[in-house]
């Protein structure tokens, strides 16, 4: 089964530019999918979000908010596929 990271963010966001441009770099070497979640196309989400952008989730999990610690990712990738 495939991993999904998640990224919350929204447009002119440069530091959600950057954690995408990093997570595109990963993906393919660990396969997860990659899903981007506009926080302006949902008012809850806007106001849970909005100060903490880019947030970037593994399979549900909140791990990080403005850039990913990528070498505790690829980490976590590691051992979720090892399972």
Do not use: N
Not at 34 to 59: C, F, K, M, T
Not at 62 to 83: M, T, V
Request: with cysteine; proline share 1%.
């Amino acid at each position: 089964m495939s991993q999904k990271v998640t990224v919350y963010s929204r447009g002119g966001c440069h530091l959600c530019e950057v954690a995408l441009g990093q997570l595109r770099a990963l993906q393919g070497e660990y396969g997860f999918e990659l899903v981007e979640i506009d926080i302006e196309g949902d008012a809850a989400i806007h106001a849970a979000y909005l100060e903490r952008i880019p947030v970037i989730a593994l399979d549900g999990q909140e791990l990080y908010d403005f850039e990913i610690d990528q070498a505790d990712l690829k980490s976590r990738l590691l051992r979720a596929s090892a399972r």
